[in-house]
């Protein structure tokens, strides 16, 4: 029962391709000016968010997160009130050319908090 409890209290949500990267082999992995959208999409799949720069390139975002809760969370009573998780949030940008090249990209990696329950401040 304790360990379905400590199992339950972990997700992750997002691109599982963004699991081991890190900034460093994401580095090592892109090339400005040489790598192309097709190889991109090869190594991350679809990207989570698509977006446009004003003079129309293109922009891919992945994300993925994975957060467990915190041991206040099982006090009994004490959960429902003002619960919290924390954990790791990654995001991967990437700014296209107008041939579908990468023209620039950005990988980070982040502690995140959340905050649940009724007193959720």
């Known amino acids: 029962m304790v360990l379905l409890c ?36 090869s190594w991350f799949g679809s990207p989570f968010k698509t977006s446009f720069t004003d003079g129309g390139l293109e922009i891919w975002t992945y994300e993925w997160s994975k957060a467990h809760a915190d041991a206040v969370n099982y006090i009994p009573l004490v959960g429902l009130f ?12 990437i700014l296209y050319d107008e041939n579908d090249v990468v023209k620039r990209f950005a990988m980070s990696e982040s502690p995140i908090k959340t905050k649940t329950g009724l007193f959720n401040r």
């Open 6 to 41: 400590l199992l339950a209290g972990c997700v992750s949500s997002g691109n599982e391709s963004l699991r081991q990267a890190t900034e460093q082999n994401v580095s090592m992995k892109i090339v400005e000016g040489e790598t192309t959208k097709e190889q991109i999409r």
């Open 82 to 93: 003002g619960g919290s998780a924390t954990g790791t949030k990654k995001e991967l940008v």
